[in-house]
């Protein structure tokens, strides 16, 4: 065994794809960190659990009265269900500089929403609430769609946020 390869001694071939490794790293944590502080980008984690099956008939469910409320302060709440192949409410509207926190469920299969002109896109998951905060800075017409292929009507799958 000569002395290189004995323990303790890296290639220097190693040592630079080490350091190519921690440099990379080192990047991706910055540009999340950045993604998330600077451009407002969240991770979605699932607001909780239902039950698809019975979530729109359920009283205690918002989600058995889809739509928007107001929390006040510019604030507000939208409950949507996606199912094949509508979201329920088809329309929202909200004066300009409103915050809206979506909570967004599925009755049937999965479905993906997407605000356009937004960076607001999130799957929706049959057993899972979605939630996720956006403000509307600008007035105008936002529509929303399907972007997770759902079946056969899937292209009809639309609706609007109307920002006044
Ligand atoms: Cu719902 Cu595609």
Redesign the pocket.
Known sequence: MTTKEQHGWIDPYEKIWITVAIVVLVGMVAALTVASVAFGIQVPVPEKRVDPNSIAQDANSPFSEPGLRELGNGKYEAYLV?Q??NWNPKEITVPVGSTVTFFITSKD?M??FMIWNTNLNIM?IPGEVSRVTITFEKPGEYPYI??????IG??T?AGKVIVE
Do not use: F, L, S
């Open positions: 996606g094949t192949w299969v479905h993906g929706v399907c972007n997770e292929y759902c079946g899937h292209q799958m």
